[in-house]
């Protein structure tokens, strides 16, 4: 027993240090990841269920370093801890409001476009003043940019409804992100105007064999609805998760409509094809 206690404790250690060394490979990456242009959005379309139309685009980073690719699920966290998601931050910022100009100047799209931002980026105090410089240097409507954060943002409440004001003010939309995944969902929609409430994928998950968690989802679709707000499902996956959903005025993202793609495949696929 004692052997097998000792192996086990090597295999712990084995793995432990391939954990260190695998994070300290993919931080100094990340260190240099924008000098060296590696990041790319990838578009996710968010379609009106009832008439199948798109309404609007998440972007969702990715980055694709020497090694091989890294999932955002990987290096967010990594970038949140380090400090390194302030400048990928703006790099994302930029990026978007880059494209919906390059869109908007050639015809293709007027669709508002999400992108997700951290709480570290929120505590920021040039936040606002640095998005407002963006909306100036690519002369883009305001309404077109969404800002995605999570209930995290919410811990110094505050501060945070402060700068959310503000970007409204500057007609910025405002989503909330995997609305229900945590537990402080409701007090956060207590405390301040949003735009968009986005349904957290482990709600739509199991309703199709769980008449709770259907309950629930219908629940809070209806308290968005009664803020007046849009409400956005995702991780649509199945056919019947539509069916079900069909009747209740929200929009659908997930890889049932279609995975995040590169541009070029979205105005191909999308765009030109008019849906
Ligand atoms: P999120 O903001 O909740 O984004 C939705 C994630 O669910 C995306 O994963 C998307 O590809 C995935 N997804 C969409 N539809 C489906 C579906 O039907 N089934 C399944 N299984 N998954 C689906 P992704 O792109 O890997 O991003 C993961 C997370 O990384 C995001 O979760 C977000 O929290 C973070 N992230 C991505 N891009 C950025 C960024 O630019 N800035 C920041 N701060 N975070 C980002
Ligand atoms: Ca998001
Ligand atoms: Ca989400
Ligand atoms: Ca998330």
Redesign the pocket.
């Known amino acids: 027993a004692k052997e097998k206690g000792k192996n086990n404790y090597q295999f712990f250690t084995q793995d432990l240090n391939q954990k260190v060394v695998r994070k300290y490979q993919v931080e100094s990456a990340l260190r240099k990841a924008i000098a060296k242009d590696e990041f790319k959005f990838?578009y996710?379309p968010q379609v009106d269920l009832q008439t199948e139309k798109l309404v609007g685009l998440?972007?969702?980073?990715r980055w694709n370093p020497s090694f091989g690719p890294v999932?955002?699920?990987e290096f967010?966290p990594i970038a949140e801890e380090t400090g390194l998601?302030l400048p990928?931050?703006e790099w994302?910022l930029e990026e978007a409001c880059r494209q919906i100009q390059e869109w908007k100047e050639c015809g293709k799209l007027g669709v508002r476009v999400s992108?997700?931002?951290?709480a570290r980026q929120f505590r920021d105090s040039q936040f606002n003043r640095k998005v407002e410089a963006l909306l100036k240097k690519y002369r883009i409507d305001a309404s077109q940019l969404e800002i995605?954060i999570t209930e995290s943002v919410m811990m110094n409440i505050e501060e945070s409804s402060k700068v959310i004001r503000q970007l409204r003010e500057l007609g910025l939309k405002i989503a909330i992100?995997?609305f229900g995944a945590g537990y402080s969902s409701l007090t956060v929609i207590k405390n301040i105007e949003i735009d968009t409430l986005k349904i957290d994928?482990s709600l739509i998950d199991d309703m199709l064999n769980n008449s709770r968690n259907l309950s629930i989802l219908k629940a809070i679709i209806s308290v968005g609805k009664g803020l007046d707000t849009l409400v956005v499902v995702?991780?649509?996956?199945k056919e019947e998760q539509v069916e079900l959903l069909k009747g209740f005025g929200v929009i659908g993202?997930?890889?049932?409509y279609s995975?995040?793609m590169p541009p070029a495949k979205l105005e191909s696929d999308w765009i030109e094809a008019g849906r």
Do not use: C, T
């Open positions: 990838h996710q998440e972007a969702l980073l999932s955002p699920v967010i998601i990928i931050g994302v992108v997700n931002v951290s995605e992100d995997d994928k995702e991780g649509i996956e993202q997930g890889y049932f995975r995040p």
